[in-house]
């Protein structure tokens, strides 16, 4: 279990008021270890998420069971501490908010909810924010160890699908992925290779101001903030990838892009939300990536028992099974 003590105190209590920072000192550490959101909405209690349920915070950090008992957030409280965000310039981090969130060094994300403010069919700016929510995010160095292997053949790495439901991992997997490939791996004789990551939601590399807040290895360019379809084809033409990273394919044009990296001799590594290879075989423009055999492993994650748990690891080319996980147990691989 990673220790958040000090990722809390590096990265989120110099963004929290004087009040909530004391609140949060207080809490039991083995609370915090499970903490992976942190939930701040007016006139509501202090909550605090895990995959284990939800904790309410009292004035001094207990866990309480009854609202009457727990901490409620002031407006000044969310005030505060987007303005602490937004390093005292709201004005400066518009346009991230105006997509819904912000990155903190570290790579944590702060989704934002409240009145916007619509103009020309999109969200110029926030009248009001009423609610925080604060991602952790944890760098798992290693977590993407059991995967490597199965992706290299020889000094190329192969193009892979990760299929995930949310939550489970996927973006600490790409992370470690992208520092594995970037940095080269002598167990395998990998001498590293260059790595571009169209990071379009600031999700993988978590920048802030364009630099990498996350550690990827020495060999790596990102397009923070970039559409991914636009991205790849960018990183092809200017940075000569012999591996582009991105997450959560979706969207007609980025599978042309997918297409258009791989002829072009450029591997790729990406991801998609589902459950299984039959969950997204019949789903428009991914579907026919599959169907059409331009992957060669497809990597199946879970949450159990913990996120970033591998269960299935498959040849796309033959369909045959090269690593399964069944109720804990490794079946093969």
Do not use: W
């Not at 207990?62 to 310039?89: F, G, T």
């Not at 819904?100 to 403010?117: D, Y």
């Not at 490939?181 to 990998?190: K, W």
Request: hydrophobic share 40%; glycine share 8%.
């Amino acid at each position: 279990m990673i220790d958040m003590n000090p990722v809390l105190k590096s990265s989120i209590y110099p963004v929290l008021p004087a009040n909530l920072t004391a609140i949060f000192e207080s809490v039991p550490s083995e609370i915090l270890h499970r903490t992976t959101e942190i939930r701040l909405r007016i006139s509501q209690p202090l909550l605090l998420r895990s995959q284990s349920g939800d904790v309410m915070l009292g004035n001094c950090g207990q866990p309480v069971q009854e609202r009457q008992q727990a901490y409620l957030c002031k407006p000044d409280d969310i005030h505060k501490s987007l303005l602490l965000m937004c390093q005292n310039s709201i004005y400066a981090f518009e346009e991230e908010l105006r997509a819904g969130f912000l990155t903190l060094q570290g790579g944590h994300r702060v989704g934002v909810a409240g009145q916007v403010v619509f103009y020309e069919g999109r969200v110029k700016t926030f009248k009001c924010v009423s609610s925080l929510n604060i991602r952790l995010a944890r760098e798992v160095t290693g977590c993407a160890d059991l995967i490597f292997p199965y992706i290299l053949a020889g000094k190329k790495i192969l193009n892979s699908l990760i299929i995930s439901p949310p939550r489970c991992g996927k973006t600490t997997i790409l992370r470690d992925l992208a520092r594995h490939i970037s940095t080269g791996d002598a167990r395998y004789n990998f001498p590293g290779a260059q790595v571009g990551i169209v990071d379009e939601r600031s999700e993988i590399a978590a920048c802030v101001q364009g630099v990498p807040s996350v550690d990827l290895g020495e060999r790596v360019d990102v397009l923070d903030g970039c559409l991914k379809a636009h991205g790849m084809l960018m990183l092809i033409r200017s940075m000569a990838p012999q591996v582009i990273i991105t997450d959560e394919l979706g969207r007609e044009e980025d599978t042309e892009a997918i297409c258009e990296a791989i002829h072009a001799g450029t591997s790729v590594i990406t991801t998609v939300h589902g459950q299984s290879i039959e969950d997204i075989l019949n789903r428009p423009y991914v579907g026919e990536l599959i169907k059409r055999l331009y992957f060669h492993r497809y990597i199946i994650l879970n949450d159990t028992p913990q996120p970033g748990t591998v269960k299935e690891i498959t040849d796309a080319q033959t369909g045959k099974m090269l690593y399964l996980l069944r109720k804990g147990v490794k079946i093969c691989g």
